[in-house]
């Protein structure tokens, strides 16, 4: 606890992924005060044909 | 805002699934005057082997 | 099946909830060929002080 | 109703999956009453790589 | 891990929902072999206001 | 894009959440090149009554 999701288009390296959660669990950590090895990070990963805003699916543009 | 999220079995097409989020992008836009670029649909497909009714998973019928 | 999940800031008064699930479970019945009675909708309601964009809670505003 | 979300990480057999609904379902039922026929499980498997404790992902470790 | 999550509706007494955490807890433990000290359960409750079947919120009928 | 989730436990001030949805996007925007603008954080706070580890509410202890 805390338990953060970061949800987003996929195609992010291994690297970038690597800094994210690095930094995430340091923001969240300098500012609720929970210890980090008690903070949890999920990433969940979005396919272009299943994520639409304004009715049409980001595969269609 | 809003953000809707559809959880279905997996195996529409991508015709459904352009049909599907363009209808539900004016449901909620008619309904809550939301404007429709503000409207997010996310579309998450269900394996039978990850979905479970009455203790059985759809797999094993 | 499908389960639909409509995050929204709150405020909608319940005639407008009524008509949001009641236009969302058409939209989705009639895209998918799910029948009606199986649609199950969800709405979850954000608070201002719980939703951020650009780095800003709403309640900054 | 109600319904179950179990996220673990990826790599159970589909024997521990069925065995897994099976129980989990036996045990929402025996202790909320609500009917076994109404109880839902989603499984949601986690990647090694999406998954990160004390800021690192355990693909990393 | 795993992480459990069960939506239910609103009304279940203290000790059901005690009950509810425990044989989940147990059911999980058994079937994925997880240690129960990593086994987490959260429980979102909804209310009939914010549930729908059939395009009809539970507090309609 | 991206949209963050952090669910922890109720009891943080206005203030520290304000830091957290801050920090949390800077290092968001950091690590993966989104637009601060398109990074969406919502913040879900958990009574100690809906969430159990080992088989315990924490409400319990």
Chains 1, 2, 3, 4, 5, 6 share one sequence.
Not at 29 to 43: D, L, M, R, S
Not at 45 to 58: S, T, V
């Amino acid at each position: 606890m805390p338990y953060v999701t970061v949800k987003m288009l996929e195609g992010r390296t291994d690297e970038q992924k690597k800094a994210l959660v690095d930094k995430v669990t340091q923001a969240v950590h300098e500012t609720t005060a929970a210890p980090k090895e008690k903070i949890v990070v999920f990433i969940e990963e979005l396919n272009k044909k299943h994520y639409a805003i304004d009715g049409k699916l980001l595969s269609e543009e």
